[in-house]
């Protein structure tokens, strides 16, 4: 069976087509579900508490049921809510910080294998600021087998709580781990999978010891396991004292700050964070508007020592991350998203200001880079994000 975080669009899923109501238990409860096109689909299942009012920014628990709620059989035909997010991409349903739920497709007939089938645990994409499991191109039917798919927030954190995404995904990884056999998979056969931001995602578990043992294969998209989209926390915390002096928060006393910024409408919150984070500028004149690009991406993990203790590329080479297989690809066109940065760029543009920009990590071989992605590569002109690029 394959496990998937993914993305699915609509609050309905093809009613038309489903015939049966297949129902599981599971830790969340139980559920009743839809079979389509000889696969059972649950979907909107809750894997962790909702990180609402005071529990914003605190680190992911598992989901409890109420008392009875084991006797009631639940709908798991409609799409959890997307989560709060700067940019909405691809989301077209309304959002909400109740938004730990995770979708699974299962064949319908039993595998013939005593363990159950494998299991896909698909971690989306979204540059770490959008994303949710109800955007159609991640609907599991397309797939062969099986997904489990779930939200993934990676929205903001309080100067004390970082990664909150990472503890989210892992907290999924755990449901996984105690359920998944109930759709008929084998959690001893999980491989977890991720596109870009999810990719990366994927690279933070291999490398944390907090994820290991609830995955025995890794599969990386577009998402190099190396030092990119990695913030430290002198940026962190730059970036969420701006934010909360723009709301009158305190920004020397951490646990005031925090209890200042939960107390603010979500809807305001991130309203507020999409126009006005604070960036470091760039000392590069032509960079007028960089602020507004490196908004772009302004609360990515950061190595904070627990969650993600090191940089990846770090501990690939020092041999201290999880010994799992691993295949690394690229997902075609993955980069023509970068279009969205042409605007604030204002011409010219120096190649070094550029990979820097676009690439915001210091990399050892930047000369090598430049010579290899030359003006004349692009028809003179680096903003245009859509030029050819020839043939070596």
């Known amino acids: 069976m394959k496990t998937a975080y993914t993305l699915h669009a609509g609050p309905y899923i093809f009613a038309n087509e489903s015939v049966g109501s297949p129902i599981v238990s599971t830790t969340s409860g139980r559920f009743s579900g839809l079979t389509i096109r000889q696969t059972n689909v649950w979907v909107g299942i809750p894997y962790a508490a909702p990180l609402i009012d005071i529990l914003r920014w605190q680190k992911a628990q598992p989901y409890v049921m109420n008392d009875g709620q084991n006797d009631i059989i639940q709908d798991a035909t409609h799409y959890g809510p997307a989560c709060p997010q700067i940019t909405r991409g691809f989301i077209s349903e309304l959002s909400n910080e109740d938004c730990l739920y995770l979708n699974v497709w299962a064949p319908r007939t039993p595998s013939l294998k005593r363990k159950g089938y494998p299991v896909q645990l698909w971690i989306h994409g979204g540059g770490f600021i959008q994303g949710s499991s109800s955007i159609a191109i991640y609907d599991g039917l397309s797939r062969t087998n099986a997904a489990i798919q779930g939200n993934n927030p990676f929205i903001m954190k309080g100067r ?34 991720g596109q870009s931001a999810g990719a990366f995602s ?28 990695l913030r430290d926390k002198s940026f962190a915390y730059s970036a969420t004292n701006s934010l909360a002096s723009i709301f ?8 005031q700050q925090l209890a200042c910024l939960r ?51 770090k501990a690939f080479l020092s041999g201290t991350f999880n010994k799992v297989p691993i295949i690394i690809g690229a997902t075609r066109n993955e980069s023509l998203s970068n279009a969205i940065y042409t605007q604030f760029f204002t011409p010219p543009t120096s190649a070094e200001d550029y990979l820097t920009c676009t690439l915001p990590v210091v990399t050892f071989n930047n000369s090598e880079l430049q010579a290899a992605y030359a003006p004349n590569h692009f028809n003179g002109n680096y903003t245009q994000a859509d030029a050819p690029i020839p043939r070596a």
Request: proline letters at 7%; glycine letters at 6%; one cysteine or more.
């Open 202 to 229: 994927v690279c933070f578990h291999i490398v944390s010891p907090l994820s290991a043992g609830l995955f025995r294969a890794a599969m990386v998209e577009s998402g190099p396991c190396d030092a990119y989209s």
């Open 160 to 193: 004390t709580i970082a990664n909150q995404g990472i503890t989210d995904q892992r907290i999924g990884m755990k449901w996984v781990q105690d359920n998944i056999a109930q759709f008929g998979g084998d959690k001893n056969s999980v491989i977890i999978m």
């Open 263 to 313: 107390a603010i409408n979500s809807s305001l919150l991130v309203a507020v964070a999409r126009n006005n984070v604070y960036v470091p500028p760039a000392t590069s004149p032509p960079f007028q508007n960089l602020e507004k690009v490196s908004n772009i991406l302004p609360f990515n993990p950061i190595v904070d020592g627990v969650e993600i203790p090191v940089f990846r590329l």
């Open 248 to 255: 009158g928060c305190n920004t020397t006393n951490a646990t």
